[in-house]
């Protein structure tokens, strides 16, 4: 069925940077994309990253997070620069249901990262 | 960028009464190459992940209970829950998956009355 489960999550000063990772098992991880969405307290599901044939990013991190996988460890990261206290959110790993950008068909529990001073 | 609405923000049913969530976009997410809408739905509950209950604005994920339904095509869509059942209280978020960003609505909590 499938899990993924990710970690890096924390407290980190604005301007900081941070590294998610996200494992992924009982699938065949090289055949699909993968996303990060986030959720700000109290807030709704955002976007934020996508990484299949194609890497994509929400407006707001545009510039600032890169997504990127290593499919001999069946992980995907997200390396998180120049926080903002905006930035401020759980952080969710998803499986896309193609290759392509599709629905997202797995979740991870998510990981929380905390920008403040 | 695509942008998803929802209605209402929030709606109380009866247990066993019909749950109706709007979702609507700000341009059609329906590609006429394949005639597929690229619109999902997902349920998520406190302290969960979210999960897919719909895809292709009308696919029941596998073990999605039938009561949930998902109709519409373009930029008009419905989820329906037909017969609101406890475990049912959440929010649904719907999300376009047609171009990026891939964007979420706000979300419709859904609670017992």
């Known amino acids: 069925q499938g899990q993924l489960v990710e970690s890096g999550g924390g407290v980190v000063q604005p301007g900081r940077s941070l590294r998610l990772s996200c494992a992924a098992s009982?699938?065949?991880?090289?055949?699909?994309?993968m996303h990060w969405v986030r959720q700000a307290p109290g807030k709704g599901l955002q976007w934020v990253a996508f990484?299949?044939?194609?890497?994509n990013y929400g407006d707001s991190v545009r510039g600032r997070f890169t997504i990127s996988r290593d499919n001999s460890e069946n992980t995907v990261y997200l390396q998180m620069n120049s926080l903002r206290p905006e930035d401020t959110a759980l952080y969710f790993c998803a499986k896309d249901h193609g290759g392509t950008g599709q629905a997202f068909d797995i979740w991870g529990q998510g990981t929380m990262v905390t920008v403040s001073s | 960028d695509i942008v998803v609405t929802q209605s209402p923000d929030s709606l109380a049913v009866s247990l066993g009464e019909r749950a109706t969530i709007n979702c609507k976009s700000s341009q059609s997410v329906l590609y006429s190459s394949n005639n597929k809408n690229y619109l999902a739905w997902y349920q998520h509950k406190p302290g969960q992940p979210p999960k897919l209950l719909i895809y292709?604005?009308?696919t029941r994920q596998s073990g999605v209970p039938d009561r949930f339904r998902g109709s519409g095509s373009g930029t008009d869509f419905t989820l329906t829950i037909s017969s609101l059942q406890a475990e049912d209280v959440a929010t649904y978020y719907c999300?376009?998956?047609?171009?990026?960003?891939?964007?979420f609505g706000p979300g419709t909590k859904v609670d017992i009355k």
């Open positions: 292709w604005a009308s």
């Open positions: 009982g699938f065949t991880f090289s055949n699909y994309g």
């Open positions: 990484i299949g044939t194609t890497k």
């Open positions: 999300q376009q998956y047609y171009n990026s960003p891939f964007t």
